[in-house]
């Protein structure tokens, strides 16, 4: 075990006012299951580059030797799924080539090299590595005799899976692995989980709740104004920051109370010299020099003692800088008579050139029912999600529904947003004051509404179209996987909204605690 230290961290993006880390300092062991948590636009990703070495900050990184190696990563399509895997370990295929070629030439020098050149690749495991991918794939759920299939034909789910295989595979590496849940179905997660859980020697950053307590041992957390790191999985993590919000909390009135004595005894201070100056008027005969320099001593010594109350309420303040606000959002849905939204009959769809996706499917939406469609990826959730939408036109069955039904979605990918959010809400026709009060409550910045939202991160690009979403008042919400790059604060915040709301709902979703503590009903495609 070896330890990895960050030492006065210091970065800011160019052309930006506001750093995104100040000062940052911690340690972590190279056999931890490492945990990166924190509210959207904190530096999740930040952090991982930097680490990576793809960002440059001041200050020092110390990791004894040890590489990081960054997870996503791009490998080359139209080979067979064991070749890209061997690629992506090491250029085995590379090494072999050189290798035949230095033996084939035979002189000394050539020999030497070959020599060299063979210690490398058997500390690669180069001799093996085959095995090893297919025991790794194994353990992910791909059967070796899958391996010779190409590597595009499998699901984006099962290349995420295979590729953190090869991952693991590398020599000497501490591992900064991305959001990796983002392309995972349920099951795939459950795979990559218990994967995980094996593992050792890695800085995860995921949003799924259950998906990090079945991975991680310890867990790091972007506060605020500085990093936590703990022993535990994410819920040992969110018991312990519950108890010392709590106690923050509890401790709140009391230092505004202490706050406000403070700042008024600062005032009475400030006024010293001045009531002593003003005797200098209207009071008779009188020795104006004293008096003035009285004022001055009292101005010098009421200053003293208002610089030391301005320090003792900084203190007190700074007692409260790492309280997490999570504000109670509300949805406010139309309300619609008839009973039930939408239905269909024997719905069938499948787009050009490609299998049915849908067949003969029959389904009822009833008014304050939130249905959660589940599946594997490739089945077909999305595509059902745009034909209740209107998106998409059935080629068999039918579709029906009040003819007065005001339907919101929420697409699954972000897209390319540009423009800022207040040129957004004008270009979305959306009431202003509520789209940015539901801004705010998902820690959104002030200062952000009027940037480009092309710079945000993907979780505040994702919660500008949450937002749009819920600001549009309508009978029907469809959400494609609402919870994509979302912070854990925020989506206990939508948990609670929609647990608390009568709106009507069609979602997909992959988080399993957001579905079993949400969802009404489940389809399963």
């Known amino acids: ?51 990576a070495g793809e960002l440059q900050g001041s200050g020092q990184i110390l990791s004894g030797g040890i590489q990081f190696d960054r997870f996503p990563f791009d490998v080359e399509q139209g080979h067979s799924a064991l070749a890209v895997l061997r690629a992506a370990v090491a250029p085995f295929d590379q090494w072999e080539r050189e290798m035949a070629q230095l033996l084939a030439q035979g002189d000394a020098d050539s020999l030497r090299r070959w020599g060299e050149m063979e210690h490398r690749y058997s500390a690669q495991d180069g001799y ?73 020697g890695f800085l995860l950053v995921s949003h ?59 005032r009475e201070k400030a006024q010293w010299s001045d009531r002593v100056e003003a005797t200098k008027i209207g009071q008779g ?44 959002i509300h949805l406010q849905p139309l309300a619609h008579p008839a009973r039930v939204l939408l239905t269909a009959n024997d719905l069938g769809f499948a787009y050009p050139d490609g299998p049915p996706l849908i067949r003969s499917l029959s389904l009822v939406i009833a008014r304050g029912q939130r249905l959660a469609i589940t599946g594997g990826n490739g089945t077909g959730k999305s595509t059902l999600l745009k034909l209740l939408a209107g998106q998409l036109m059935p080629m068999a069955g039918s579709l029906s529904g009040p003819q007065d039904l005001v339907i919101s979605t929420l697409p699954q990918e972000t897209g390319s947003l540009r423009g800022t959010p207040r040129a957004l809400a004008g270009r979305w026709g959306l009431e202003t004051d509520h789209f940015f009060t539901l801004l705010r409550k998902f820690d959104f910045p002030r200062e952000a509404f009027e940037r480009d939202a092309g710079g945000f991160s993907l979780g505040q690009q994702k919660k500008l179209l949450l937002a749009a979403s819920m600001a549009r008042p309508a009978h029907l919400y469809l959400w494609d996987e609402p919870l994509n790059y979302i912070d854990l604060e925020s ?35």
């Not at 006065?8 to 056999?31: C, E, I, K, R």
């Open 491 to 525: 989506r206990e915040q939508i948990e609670d909204m929609l647990v608390d709301t009568q709106a009507t709902m069609v979602f997909v979703e992959h988080d399993r605690h957001f579905v079993e503590r949400v969802a009404t009903d489940t389809l399963a495609l």
């Open 128 to 200: 093996i590595i085959d095995s090893l991918i297919e025991r790794e794939a194994g353990l992910m759920g791909v059967e070796a005799c899958e391996l010779s299939r190409p590597f595009d034909t499998f699901s984006p789910g099962e290349r995420t899976r295979l590729l953190l295989c090869a991952l693991f595979l590398r020599k000497n590496r501490f591992l900064l692995i991305d959001e990796p849940t983002n392309h995972l179905d349920m099951q795939g997660r459950d795979i990559a989980a218990q994967y995980l859980a094996g593992k050792r």
């Open 1 to 51: 075990m070896a330890s990895i230290q960050v030492q006065g961290l210091h970065f800011t993006y160019p052309g930006s006012y506001a750093p995104v880390f100040s000062d940052v300092n911690f340690t972590m062991d190279t056999d931890w299951r490492l945990g990166l948590v924190g509210r959207n636009g904190r530096g999740k990703t930040t952090l991982i580059r930097l680490l």
């Open 285 to 328: 005969p009188c020795d104006r020099g004293a008096i003035g320099h009285k004022a001055a001593k009292m101005m010098k010594r009421s200053l003293a003692i208002r610089q030391r109350i301005d320090r003792r309420i900084e203190e007190k303040e700074s007692l409260l800088k790492e309280l997490e606000r999570a504000d109670p």
């Open 208 to 266: 799924d709740r259950t998906f990090l307590d079945r991975s991680v041992d310890h867990i790091m957390a972007l506060q605020k104004n500085s990093v936590l790191v703990e022993q535990g999985n994410y819920s040992t993590y969110r018991r312990n920051k519950q108890m010392r919000d709590d106690h923050e909390r509890g401790q709140n009135e009391r230092l505004q109370k202490d706050i406000r004595r403070l700042t008024e005894s600062g």
